[in-house]
Structures are given as structure tokens and as C-alpha cells.
T-cell receptor, first 115, second 114 residues
Framework: EPEVTQTPSHQVTQMGQEVILRCVPISNHLYFYWYRQILGQKVEFLVSFYNNEISEKSEIFDDQFSVERPDGSNFTLKIRSTKLEDSAMYFC?????????????FGQGTRLTVV | ELKVEQNPLFLSMQEGKNYTIYCNYSTTSDRLYWYRQDPGKSLESLFVLLSNGAVKQEGRLMASLDTKARLSTLHITAAVHDLSATYFCAVAVPGGGSQGNLIFGKGTKLSVKP
């Protein structure tokens, strides 16, 4: 069964450092998303991406964040200068072209710990 | 601003019992999802509800949607230990061009005890 895969599963970084979280969406999907979940809290939408550009982004997705689809298969989330409060589980998701009824399939997540 | 509220946030129930989790949302939306999350794991899609009166069932779980009341329920029948997990409802932001902008509830942590 096709699945969304994310690497690494756990990333520890020092405050102020840049991190790149990687995702390989399901191959025939065209919409891509990043969500985050701070430990014990609800899942929050960060950004959606379609046709090589951002479709929507939340207030959380400020100038420190960027997304890219560099090679047609990977979908990355970059945090330029990490802060302690960026520590969370980051989930990548993808969905296909049918917007009304399609569901987003989530990856296993990358746990980011900023120290 | 769309807000999604789930209750209860914690639910401890005995095996064999029935219970209902509620999901209220504040503005009209055309899509509501239920997800399951096991500790340290990702989100597993359970149900997609698209229209008023929609009812879907999978095993011991049944989800329904009342768009007029802006309410969805997830009913658990004869609970078993394997159902222990956190259950999230998520509502699509109305009018959004991207279907992925979902507002999640805080989740209901379900613990089923023998």
C-alpha cells in the first residue's frame, strides 16, 4: 500500500540552527501539506503546496519556514533558525486531485527537538 | 475563524461498553474527518464525512455528521482494548482552495480497560 514517508524520524538540533525535514509523498498525489503537533497538543496546519507553489499557509508558517519540492519526488520543510518552541512532531501529508472527497494521508512524522 | 471542539478530552471505558465522542465546529464546512492516532505514531484516517446526515461505519466505530447542528459524533460499540488511542476530528476550512487546511480538535484520548 502506498504511503507517505518522512526522514529523519527524530532530529535534534541546537537553537538557531537550520533544519530540513524531508518527505516523500504518495507518487500520484498532487497536493502536499505540513502539519505539526506540539507534544500533547492538537495537530496544527502549517502549509499546503500545489503546482510548485504555496496554496495556503497558517499564521505559524512565518518567514522562518519554507517549503520546496526540489526534484519531483521529495517535499521538504526548512526552518531557518530554530527556536525552542519549534520542538514538535512534524507531519507531512499528501492527497490526490479530487478536492472534495479526497483525504490526506499522513506520514509517520519527524520529531524535532530543539535544545 | 473556524473552531473545532471535541469532548470529552479523556475517556476511560470498560470493554464491552458503548460511548460517543462529540465534535462541534463553529462555521459551515463541507468536509469533516475522523483520525486515529496511536502514541508516537501518525494519523490514520478513519472516516470522511461530506454531507448532512452522512453515516459511516467501520467495525465498532460509527461516525455521523449533522451539518445544520455543526456536530459530528463518533460512536463506539462494545469497546475492545485495541480501540485505545487518541481520536481527532478535523474540519476543512470553508472556501479554502486547498483541501488540506484542516482545523483539528484537541483529540479524545480513549482508554479501554478490561
Amino acid at each position: 500500500e502506498p504511503e507517505v514517508t518522512q526522514t529523519p524520524s527524530h532530529q535534534v538540533t541546537q537553537m538557531g540552527q537550520e533544519v530540513i525535514l524531508r518527505c516523500v509523498p504518495i507518487s500520484n498525489h498532487l497536493y502536499f501539506y505540513w502539519y505539526r503537533q506540539i507534544l500533547g497538543q492538537k495537530v496544527e496546519f502549517l502549509v499546503s503546496f500545489y503546482n510548485n507553489e504555496i496554496s495556503e499557509k497558517s499564521e505559524i508558517f512565518d518567514d522562518q519556514f519554507s517549503v520546496e519540492r526540489p526534484d519531483g519526488s521529495n517535499f521538504t520543510l526548512k526552518i531557518r533558525s530554530t527556536k525552542l518552541e519549534d520542538s514538535a512532531m512534524y507531519f507531512c501529508a499528501s492527497s490526490d486531485l479530487a478536492p472534495v472527497w479526497a483525504e490526506a494521508f499522513f506520514g509517520q512524522g519527524t520529531r524535532l527537538t530543539v535544545v | 475563524e473556524l473552531k473545532v471542539e471535541q469532548n470529552p478530552l479523556f475517556l476511560s471505558m470498560q470493554e464491552g461498553k458503548n460511548y460517543t465522542i462529540y465534535c462541534n465546529y463553529s462555521t459551515t464546512s463541507d468536509r469533516l474527518y475522523w483520525y486515529r492516532q496511536d502514541p508516537g505514531k501518525s494519523l490514520e484516517s478513519l472516516f470522511v464525512l461530506l454531507s448532512n446526515g452522512a453515516v459511516k461505519q467501520e467495525g465498532r466505530l460509527m461516525a455521523s455528521l449533522d451539518t445544520k447542528a455543526r456536530l459530528s459524533t463518533l460512536h463506539i460499540t462494545a469497546a475492545v482494548h485495541d480501540l485505545s488511542a487518541t481520536y481527532f476530528c478535523a474540519v476543512a476550512v470553508p472556501g479554502g482552495g486547498s483541501q488540506g487546511n484542516l482545523i483539528f480538535g484537541k483529540g479524545t484520548k480513549l482508554s479501554v480497560k478490561p
